[in-house]
């Protein structure tokens, strides 16, 4: 899988289409394609009532079970790879480490956040960012924050920007660069790497969720094609594998959030983006 591109990205990246990414992942995400199963079924159910009201009681278990937290749970295990948390022996051995930075991977933007008054970052952008702040206090290293603007995003300021602002006021911490052009993982990676090469950076301790870390570090080795750069997975928010209870069977949205974010990686995989 690494160090190949699907040919649907390829596609989407030649015709200059990869803002339709979004809508076609939000159309073809549950519960869209479950409901629309409903609705072929009650139009069938007149003419062949067995295949009609099998096509209902497909979709209607198909809506209920993509927003259980258990399902959630396991496609999140499902796509990540076994990249465990770095170990506090592996964060002694990159203390001062030369020609290494820490980049973290930016997770989304809150257009708005009255309660600042200004832009602001999702949760999941605040906790990557906050890990890579932890991790640049124990190893001395630099940290680079990656994140523009999304394609489905309204224009506003950059997520690097509101990053950066961030961890000066609220951290204490200043970012040592920003990369603020990307949309997505595939130009978090080439900017990011276009970004650090003048600096002499030969290592990138690569900052984001577990779940997302195998298509982050697929990214970034088609982006360090042809130079020395090795990427030291660091996840964070990795899934756990406690038993399942009944309550976990009920939706939620927790259990939606999982699911679709474990289908949205895996759609990313299967596209090379």
């Known amino acids: 899988m690494q160090g190949r591109i699907a040919p649907m990205n390829d596609l989407f990246v030649a015709a200059g289409i990869e803002s339709w990414k979004p809508f076609l992942s939000a159309l073809f995400s549950p519960p869209l394609p479950f409901l629309a199963l409903v609705l072929i079924g009650a139009r069938w159910v007149s003419r062949r009532r067995a295949f009609g009201t099998a096509l209902v009681l497909f979709g209607c278990a198909g809506t209920w079970l993509s927003m259980t937290p258990a399902v959630g749970a396991m496609l999140i295990r499902s796509v990540e790879v076994d990249w465990p948390p770095l170990t506090p022996a592996a964060?002694?051995?990159?203390?001062?480490?030369?020609?290494?930075?820490?980049?973290?991977?930016?997770?989304?933007?809150?257009?708005?956040?009255?309660?600042?008054?200004?832009?602001?970052?999702?949760?999941?952008?605040?906790?990557?960012?906050?890990?890579?702040?932890?991790?640049?206090?124990?190893?001395?290293?630099?940290?680079?924050?990656?994140?523009?603007?999304?394609?489905?995003?309204?224009?506003?300021?950059?997520?690097?920007?509101?990053?950066?602002?961030?961890?000066?006021?609220?951290?204490?911490?200043?970012?040592?660069?920003?990369?603020?052009?990307?949309?997505?993982?595939?130009?978090?990676?080439?900017?990011?790497?276009?970004?650090?090469?003048?600096?002499?950076?030969?290592?990138?301790?690569?900052?984001?969720?577990?779940?997302?870390?195998?298509?982050a570090v697929g990214n970034f080795e088609r982006a360090a094609t042809g130079d020395t750069l090795e990427i030291v997975p660091a996840p964070m928010d990795i899934g756990t594998n406690g038993p399942l209870e009944a309550i976990d069977w009920l939706p939620s949205p927790e259990g939606y959030s999982g699911v679709h974010d474990a289908l949205h990686e895996w759609a990313g995989l299967a596209a090379g983006a």
């Open 91 to 215: 964060i002694d051995a990159l203390v001062d480490a030369p020609n290494t930075a820490i980049v973290v991977l930016g997770g989304g933007r809150r257009e708005f956040a009255a309660e600042y008054d200004e832009a602001s970052l999702t949760p999941r952008s605040i906790e990557r960012l906050r890990y890579g702040i932890w991790l640049a206090r124990a190893t001395h290293l630099p940290l680079a924050f990656s994140g523009g603007v999304g394609w489905r995003a309204k224009p506003g300021p950059a997520e690097a920007d509101i990053a950066a602002k961030v961890a000066e006021r609220e951290f204490g911490v200043a970012l040592r660069w920003k990369e603020a052009r990307s949309r997505d993982t595939r130009e978090n990676a080439v900017n990011t790497i276009e970004l650090l090469k003048p600096y002499g950076v030969r290592r990138i301790v690569l900052v984001t969720n577990g779940s997302d870390m195998r298509r």
